[in-house]
Structure formats: structure tokens, C-alpha cells
């Protein structure tokens, strides 16, 4: 049977490779694309939100922000993303404060000319979908 070939990067590390993966949901900035072994070659952009692969039956679960994705002819698929964290990982507690802190350091320099908004809805963002993702898996945590 087919598999997949999954290696997900960030800037810092290695975060997964295996090559018996069987299919692998990620979401662009198209929409959420599967991929299944023997997928067409396709780069894409990669939007934050929730990333499941199986591997052997099992669901893994992902938050993923940003970033790009290469589908290889030989069912090999690359994430290069800006920050990806496992969901039963995620501190749900630090997530929703480096939110707030986010959002505060938005209001507070609203009105000055030479801030980085991008930067900061960049941080709201990724932390928002940590937040969404880790909440929807808690249960995995204490399952563990």
C-alpha cells in the first residue's frame, strides 16, 4: 500500500518525518487541501489552522501558522511552517496570554505611525488558532 512521505520544518528544527503516512489534512490559503499518496505536485501557501495526518489508522493534530507546502511526483510532502506545536502540547493557559498581550500592545499603540501591526495581528492570529486548536484537543493531554 501507498504512503506518504511527511516532513514538517520550521526555521528552528525538524518537527515530524515519517515516511508511513497515510493521508495528511493541511490548511492553505486556498482552503483546506487532504493529501493522499500519489497526489498530483502542488506548492501552496499555508494559512494558520489545524493540520491532522494518519499514520497507521491514528489521527495527529497539529496548529500550524504559516508558511508553505511542496508536494513531490514520489507522495513526498514538505510543510515549511512559521510555528507548528502539536495539540497536546499547546499550553492553552500561555497561548490565551500572549494573546491578550497582543491585543493590549495593539490598543495601546493604535494611534503611533511607526508600529508593526502586521507583526502584531500576525502573533493575535497564531496564538488564536493555538487557543482554537489546543482547547478542541485538551482531552488528549490528560489522556496521555
Known amino acids: 500500500m501507498n504512503k506518504i512521505n511527511l516532513k ?5 528544527k525538524v518537527i515530524y518525518q515519517n515516511d508511513q503516512i497515510d493521508q495528511v489534512s493541511i490548511p492553505t490559503s486556498t482552503g483546506e487541501i487532504t493529501v493522499l499518496p500519489n497526489h498530483i505536485p502542488l506548492v501552496s501557501i499555508l494559512q494558520s489552522g489545524e493540520m491532522v495526518f494518519k499514520e497507521n489508522g491514528q489521527d495527529n493534530y497539529f496548529a500550524l501558522s504559516g ?11 514538505v510543510i515549511l511552517a512559521d510555528n507548528v506545536e502539536r495539540a497536546h502540547e499547546i499550553n492553552v493557559e500561555r497561548a490565551e496570554a500572549a494573546k491578550a498581550k497582543a491585543e493590549e500592545q495593539m490598543k495601546e499603540i493604535k494611534n503611533r505611525e511607526d508600529v ?9 492570529d497564531r496564538e488564536a488558532n493555538r487557543l482554537r486548536v489546543g482547547n478542541k484537543y485538551r482531552h488528549l493531554r490528560k489522556s496521555e
Not at 514538517?8 to 528552528?12: A, G, L, N, Q
Not at 508558511?67 to 510532502?77: A, P, R
Not at 508593526?116 to 493575535?124: E, G, K, P, S
Open 8 to 12: 514538517i520544518v520550521t526555521p528552528e
Open 116 to 124: 508593526d501591526f502586521a507583526r502584531l495581528q500576525a502573533v493575535i
Open 67 to 77: 508558511g508553505f507546502l511542496e508536494i513531490k511526483n514520489n507522495s513526498e510532502v
